[in-house]
């Protein structure tokens, strides 16, 4: 069966730190990846996708992601936090029309 | 960028009453809606798949009946929850899709039914 395992429900970070949101997935053949932000009762927001061509993504305010066929994972991260960040995280793996989500990972980025 | 829009953002009914919630695609011809509810502190779960002019294709364990969908348009799709009972509160968030890959998600619909 198809899915993405987000492994942690909560990470705590200091502002200023790099932070990194975990994510792997389990799909076959080649899906596209995306990471997306939510904050408290609104919708996603976009942060970055993979499809195809360099490992490392670079997305909106300044997060990243790289991805690893081997290890089937896509790790989100950005280098140094800031409080504003504090949200939950989706991490989603298409494949042909569905996209999957992980469970989330709430953010907090500590003052 | 794509920009998806919903109404109402947040509504408030009676048990036994219908609710419609629209999704409409503002800037582009979206091909596919999609419908997907989130619970309280869970991820979202796909509902269903809309072309517009066609059926919809409902996931598994989703009840056609309780919740409909219609496409009428490239830019408009609607959600009816009817009969609405308490456990259908929710947090109720479209998504719509052109040609291309990446979906466009609107900010969302919180359903509360008394």
């Known amino acids: 069966a198809q899915s993405v395992a987000q492994p942690e429900d909560q990470v705590n970070v200091a502002e200023g730190n790099p932070l990194t949101v975990k994510c792997t997935y389990s799909?076959?053949?080649?899906?596209?990846l995306f990471w997306y932000v939510q904050y408290p009762n609104r919708g996603l927001q976009f942060l970055l996708k993979?499809?195809?061509?360099?490992?490392l993504v670079k997305g909106s305010y300044g997060f990243e992601a790289e991805f690893n066929k081997s290890q089937t994972s896509f790790h989100l991260k950005k280098p140094s936090a800031l409080v504003s960040d504090s949200a939950l995280y989706f991490c989603?793996?298409?494949?042909?029309?569905?996209?999957?989500f992980g469970k989330g990972t709430r953010l907090h980025i500590l003052p | 960028g794509a920009v998806v829009s919903q109404h109402p953002s947040r509504v408030i009914c009676k048990s036994g009453t219908s609710v419609k919630i629209e999704c409409r695609s503002l800037?582009?011809?979206?091909?596919?809606m999609f419908w997907y509810r989130q619970f309280p502190k869970q991820s979202l779960m796909l509902m269903a798949t809309?072309?517009?002019?066609?059926?919809?294709?409902?996931e598994q364990g989703v009840e056609k009946d309780k919740f409909l969908i219609n496409h009428a348009s490239l830019t408009l799709s609607t959600l009816t929850v009817t009969s609405a009972h308490p456990e259908d509160s929710s947090f109720y968030i479209c998504?719509?899709?052109?040609?291309?890959?990446?979906?466009?998600f609107g900010p969302g619909t919180r359903l509360t039914v008394l």
């Open positions: 799909v076959s053949g080649n899906p596209y």
């Open positions: 998504s719509a899709r052109d040609e291309g890959v990446e979906q466009f």
């Open positions: 989603a793996v298409q494949r042909d029309d569905k996209i999957i």
């Open positions: 993979y499809i195809t061509g360099d490992n």
């Open positions: 809309s072309n517009e002019g066609s059926k919809a294709t409902y």
């Open positions: 800037d582009f011809q979206a091909t596919t």
